[in-house]
């Protein structure tokens, strides 16, 4: 009996110790259902020496209020980037990542932060150990309704990195899997590890439920996760990758993948075994079978737009805008080139092309943007490339409206005021790298044929309700559009710090550089911002409204005074009651970087009609003391 009972004490011992492993408790954590309930994250870590387990730091931050707001700082001896912000409901959720005190370690939080009530919380997500471990994907975090956030947990553990996807709810911090070691890599294997997450594509319902999220790494790698529902486990033993772009330390990485909108189709593009040079080739592949439903090739003589592909919103068409290589305008960036088209193909669902639309002789022409299923809006201008620099950019830019059922073409009408069109328009914007020189919204009547042009330009990186971010080198210009009185307003310019997100009147900025002295995020209430910048019913507009010359940082040369072309337009800005121009005059110089001016310039007024009225030209001269400390054009300094 004694013996029996000793027995007994001993086995069960032996299950605590077992239950009670690190590995065995990451396993049972790894592999929690998908209806499985949420439970905190504990990140935890065994001392060497004692065997116990220690919890790592807790993640130091602190609100700090300020006049139109508060800021958020982080400790600087944690060393924390910010790695992602997102919107969940009333809250915004930011993804950090630090290094823990012993080194060994890289811990990944979220911080709550709700705006309304000034509240903030922060999260343990994941903990990832290995001294020579440098994870240099991209953080996947996206948000999925109003309470979660799914993200990509990475860790390492005997040399294999092994990737989930998780679930966070920002309401109580808890984390649960949603699919366990998706992607485990051998790090021994030098060809595996230089692979790493590049994006995801998300899939989200009416109500904003994010339902499926499409993973591609930069070798080419591809899963849409998580893998019930119309996609099987055995569509990943598929041998197909599909490489992206991109040269690490030169040109940034980019994925050449573009997904309809139910991810059930992609158009890859395909590119060079260097992955550096994309080519004029592309595949349809159906997403559940892998199969390629369709081929798509152009002649070397022309050259695509650099991304290019966008479907409809039905993922029933997509086009391919092109030009003449020899005959290349636009504009490059890192990694991509923004083409002036002189044509449009429009493919089916299947690769198969449905039209092709050519530009008149010497115009060039963009697809704005989709209008329902079957219909395009065309932008039409003359090119004209600036002297010095080279930069491309568009005159006498006229609308149309291309019917890709009937292949037929109809003009629209530009309206002055916006207050003549109909009460049904619909509003379109340009998608974030298809928006050179273009405005950044139009309204658009097409019962009456008219368009309303809200007369603000430049690339349009976040769309939240009426708020309207323009692109700016010098720092973030927001407008909101009132919708009741159609007026377009300045609701924010800061030049050091850049929009994040938007969570109902509440603008999220982060500081441009990591040294910065001040909060890392700052939360702006856009009604207090504009009750400053408005007095007697005028807007008050920033200084640095609208530069037409862009900077070039890495040209000496633009960080030195030059003079002026005569009548060169240096700033123009809007507001509901018409525009204003600066232009200058005979032996004003100015220099690009510093945006001083010296000399003399003349302020014009076009009113709401599109008339130019005398009494709003007026000649004003600066002095030579706004350009102290710059060097001339020409001087060797």
Do not use: C
């Not at 996807?165 to 595996?192: C, H, I, K, N």
């Not at 152009?298 to 991304?307: C, F, H």
């Amino acid at each position: 009996m004694r013996r029996s009972i000793v027995m007994m004490i001993v086995l069960l011992s032996f299950m605590v110790a077992i239950l009670t492993l690190p590995g065995w408790k990451e396993a049972a954590r790894d592999n929690t259902s998908f209806d499985a309930p949420l439970l905190p994250a504990a990140l935890e870590k065994q001392d060497e020496q004692t065997g116990e387990r220690l919890s790592p730091e807790k993640l130091s931050f602190a609100l700090e209020e300020e006049e139109d707001g508060f800021g958020l700082r982080f400790d600087k001896e944690q060393y924390v980037t910010l790695l992602r912000t997102v919107q969940a409901g009333h809250a915004i959720v930011h993804m950090t990542e630090r290094s823990s005190k012993s080194g060994d370690s890289r811990i990944y939080d979220a911080i709550v932060v709700r705006p309304d009530t000034g509240e903030a919380e922060s999260y343990p997500l994941f903990e990832t150990f290995g001294d020579n471990y440098t994870y240099i994907g991209s953080p996947q975090f996206y948000p999925s309704g109003n309470n979660q956030v799914w993200f990509i947990k990475h860790t390492v553990d005997n040399e294999q990195l092994s990737y989930s996807l998780m679930r966070l709810d920002v309401s109580t911090g808890g984390v649960s899997t949603r699919v366990p070691d998706f992607w485990l890599v051998d790090q021994r294997d030098e060809a595996e590890r230089d692979d790493f997450i590049i994006q995801s594509y998300p899939l989200y319902d009416e109500h904003g439920q994010l339902q499926k999220l499409m993973v591609t790494t930069f070798q080419g790698k591809m899963w849409v996760l998580p893998w019930e529902g119309d996609y099987g486990p055995a569509v990943y033993d598929s041998p197909a990758t599909y490489p992206a772009y991109g040269d690490i330390g030169s040109k940034p990485p980019r994925s050449l993948l573009f997904p309809s909108p139910d991810l059930g189709r992609f158009v890859y593009r395909f590119v060079d075994r260097n992955q550096i040079m994309p080519g004029n080739h592309y595949e349809v592949i159906d997403t559940a079978t892998r199969q390629v439903v369709g081929l798509i090739g152009m002649e070397e003589t022309m050259i695509p737009m650099d991304n290019g592909i966008r479907w409809n919103e039905e993922g029933s068409l997509f086009l391919l805008e092109y030009a003449d290589r020899e005959e290349t305008m636009g504009m490059t960036g890192d990694n991509a080139h923004y083409l002036f088209a002189q044509g449009i193909n429009v493919y089916n669902r299947d690769g198969e092309l449905v039209r092709s639309l050519k530009a008149p002789s010497a115009k060039r022409m963009n697809a704005y943007g989709w209008v329902g299923e079957n219909h395009l809006l065309i932008e039409v201008y003359t090119p004209k490339q600036l002297q010095g620099d080279g930069t491309w950019w568009k005159e006498r830019v006229g609308y149309q409206l291309y019917d890709v059922d009937s292949d037929q073409l109809a003009s629209l009408t530009i309206v002055p005021d916006v207050r003549e069109m109909n009460e049904a328009v619909q509003k379109l914007w340009a998608g974030a790298g298809f928006g050179h020189d273009s405005q950044s919204f139009l309204l658009l009547d097409r019962s009456a044929g008219q368009v309303w042009e809200p007369g603000v330009k430049g690339y349009q990186w976040h769309e939240h309700a009426n708020i309207w971010n323009v692109y700016m080198d010098e720092g973030a210009l927001l407008y909101r559009w009132d919708e009741e009185n159609r007026t377009l307003e300045p609701a924010y310019f800061d030049q050091e710090y850049a929009l994040q997100a938007v969570a109902g009147d509440w603008g999220v900025f982060r500081h441009r550089s990591a040294d910065n002295e001040g909060p890392v995020i700052r939360y702006i209430l856009f009604k207090q911002y504009e009750e400053v910048l408005t007095q007697d019913e005028l807007p008050q507009l920033p200084s640095s409204f609208f530069y037409e010359e862009p900077n070039r940082w890495w040209d000496s040369d633009d960080r030195k005074a030059r003079k002026l072309e005569e009548k060169q337009l240096r700033v123009k800005g809007s507001s509901r009651y018409g525009s204003l121009q600066l232009t200058a005059l005979p032996g004003e110089w100015g220099s690009r970087i510093t945006h001083n001016y010296y000399g003399s310039y003349e302020v014009s007024f076009r009113d709401r009609n599109g008339r130019d009225t005398e009494e709003g030209r007026s000649p004003i001269r600066t002095s030579r003391e706004s350009m102290a400390g710059i060097p001339l054009a020409g001087d060797r300094r």
